[in-house]
């Protein structure tokens, strides 16, 4: 420990824990522990212990309550010499008289070494840069000690500069800011010395070095620092015309608008901009310490035409927290901090082609304690301005990413259907996983872990997983279109589906061993772009198809092979793959004897030879291109003239 707090955890339930602090728990004789008890307090010395309860988890915090300043003439209360504090303490958990664990810190502390004297009125005197270096010693970097490896630190005594002499700095940070440069003539730093160095070399002294130039700057030059504000013009006089699918929404300081989201990681980013229709629904757990407040409802949203509108924002309490609180520690009601904070938020934009009209929000809060864990929900749903009641009337047939893949089962009287992937919870279990359903234009990978048995028949172990996996697809079809009907066939797409492969190897009566387990569910939807809606693509799914993929599953034993059971994880995975909505056109006749001549396919390119020649090329002004070809054809045509056998019998005579 080299400063003035340190932080250290304990693991476990803290309830009932009793944390304390002793001081100097080494006999002064013999040079060992003392036997460490548990009657001490969170006070010793100068010593403080403070203890920060969390969920299975409590920050410990061991701060000094001292100055730490060098003592001036005649003051108390300072430290004596540059080593201030050293120190052994010893941190004890105890419940009741039995000790659960103990920290030993050896605290070894320095004095400040900051001026604390009286301030001179006088200004420092900065020479010109350009004639004289302002740091003779850059390494220099604390006031008042020694710096490793500075062989030009005055403040290094012999003695400390022997232990490092062999490893001093070198070049301008060691203190050579004067070091001879090549075209000096008593210079000796160029592996080969040219034959004319001695008539061009430059006497001069050191004094007068060009060397300066790298400590003077002419002129002040503030410090690209990036920014994430973006323009809202591309260029100067050009308006901005509107949002597209997928273009973050800006606000009226040309900053995104942000809400958090799930990242690919499962974990929540705070500042996530929000996308032109793209919906969303996340949930992100937090607590009192960690909670943060998010972008102020009071910012103004560009419209999409330079336009800003204010957003209409209405405030509801919570009325039943046990919906958003998952899990509580059992805290002392005295001791127990609450706070006022944001529950859920519910976004609702209702836009018109490439516009936003009008914004909506409401804002759920309550109150959350410490010791508390809080389950956040954000919501964000975009509204066309044509919809009635809250439901979105279909101007656009197709699909939109983000949006859940309509499924029927048209074989039953009750044709709705799912198609959905695992959502695990808690340990990972199929047991206690639960299921969303398959967005469109989301790839997405999701498992979960089966308890098997050692002595796990391997036929019913197939039947349980591709039992299990079928339960994810309760469909028969796939609608082509968000707004499939029901009862039009030909709104649908049938599922293809690949059986798992049916294994006979036979196991030899061998326990723990399976070969052939379907784990892997694979999902490949088939969509293309068929048109667009108001400058949206409309998109439709052209089929779908379902496979498995087999695994060997052996059962892994554990420390001693005590525990029975193993772990089989079985997973589903779901790839959106985007065709061109009608298959290319076939390669003419014309086109395949003359493809040499395709520039495309081809790095020779004969068609563009005479290119710099044409108005097409704009490197240069065509007057100039013209004339430089009109020179190298007079050239070409010289040289011909002058190869024929008749000139050099004229140029002989």
Request: negative net charge; charged residues 15%.
């Amino acid at each position: 420990m080299s400063g003035p707090r340190v932080n250290s955890f304990f693991l476990g339930n803290s309830s009932g824990v009793n944390f304390s602090i002793i001081l100097s728990p080494r006999d002064a004789e013999t040079g060992k522990l003392q036997l460490a008890n548990c009657s001490g307090s969170k006070r010793a010395g100068d010593w403080n212990l403070d203890v920060t309860p969390g969920v299975n988890i409590s920050k410990v915090t061991v701060s000094l309550s001292r100055t730490l300043e060098l003592c001036l003439p005649n003051a108390t209360e300072c430290c004596p010499s540059p080593l201030c504090v050293v120190e052994t303490l010893q941190v004890l958990a105890c419940r009741g008289s039995v000790m659960l664990a103990q920290l030993l810190i050896q605290a070894e502390i320095f004095a400040n070494s900051s001026f604390a004297g009286n301030v001179s009125e006088n200004a420092t005197i900065i020479p010109n840069q350009a004639f004289k270096p302002l740091g003779s010693c850059p390494c220099n970097l604390t006031a008042g000690a020694c710096d490793v490896r500075c062989c030009c630190d005055l403040e290094c005594t012999p003695d400390l500069q022997q232990l490092f002499n062999g490893s001093c700095f070198t070049g301008v940070f060691g203190g050579d800011v004067n070091p001879p440069y090549d075209q000096l003539c008593s210079s000796q730093s160029m592996e080969y010395t040219p034959e004319w160095f001695p008539f061009l070399c430059v006497q001069s002294s050191l004094d007068n070095t060009p060397f300066l130039g790298y400590f003077y700057h002419g002129s002040i030059s503030s410090p690209q620092v990036p920014s994430f504000k973006i323009l809202l013009q591309t260029s100067p006089g050009k308006p901005f015309t509107g949002y597209r699918e997928g273009d973050p929404i800006i606000t009226e300081e040309d900053e995104y608008f942000t809400v958090p989201q799930q990242s690919m990681a499962g974990q929540c980013v705070g500042n996530a901009p929000v996308a032109y229709l793209h919906n969303f629904d996340v949930k992100c757990p937090t607590n009192l310490g960690s909670y943060k407040e998010g972008l102020p409802h009071d910012v103004r949203i560009n419209t999409g035409t330079a336009d800003f509108i204010q957003q209409n924002v209405v405030y509801r309490a919570i009325t039943d927290r046990g919906k958003f609180i998952t899990e509580s520690e059992n805290l002392l009601a005295a001791e127990v901090l609450c706070q006022n904070v944001t529950f859920a938020e519910h976004y609702k934009f209702i836009w018109k082609d490439k516009n936003i009209e009008q914004v909506n929000v409401t804002v759920f809060f309550g109150s959350l304690c410490d010791g508390e864990i809080l389950t956040q929900r954000f919501t964000v749903e975009f509204l066309s301005l044509n919809s009635t009641n809250g439901e979105e009337l279909f101007e656009n047939p197709g699909y939109q990413v983000g949006k859940p893949v309509k499924a029927a089962n048209l074989n039953d009287s009750d044709p709705l259907g799912s198609l959905n992937i695992w959502q695990p919870a808690g340990r990972g279990l199929c047991a206690s996983a639960t299921d969303r359903p398959v967005l469109f234009g989301v790839d997405s990978y999701s498992g979960c872990i089966l308890e098997v048995d050692i002595n796990e028949d391997c036929n019913l172990l197939r039947g349980n997983v591709t039992e299990k996996l079928n339960a994810l697809i309760q469909a028969t079809h796939i609608g082509k279109r968000d707004n499939s009907s029901y009862s039009d066939l030909n709104d649908w797409v049938e599922i293809i589906r690949l059986d798992p492969f049916s294994s006979n190897v036979s196991t030899g009566g061998l326990r723990g061993f399976c070969p052939d387990i379907p784990a892997n569910l694979n999902i490949r939807i088939i969509f293309a772009k068929v048109g667009a809606v108001q400058g949206i693509p409309q998109q439709e799914i052209l089929a779908v198809q379902i496979s498995y993929s087999t695994v060997l599953w052996q059962f892994q034993c554990g420390l001693g092979c005590r525990n029975t059971l193993s772990f089989l994880p079985i997973t589903a995975s779901v790839q959106f793959i985007e065709v061109p909505a009608q298959p290319p056109p076939p390669v003419t006749r014309y086109q395949k004897i003359y493809a040499e001549f395709d520039c495309n396919q081809n790095e020779v390119c004969w068609p563009q030879l005479l290119y710099p020649l044409t108005r097409f090329y704009t490197g240069e002004p065509y007057s100039q291109c013209l004339a430089k070809g009109l020179f190298l054809a007079f050239l070409v045509l010289l040289a011909t003239i002058m190869s024929n056998p008749w000139f050099s019998k004229l140029w002989n005579r």
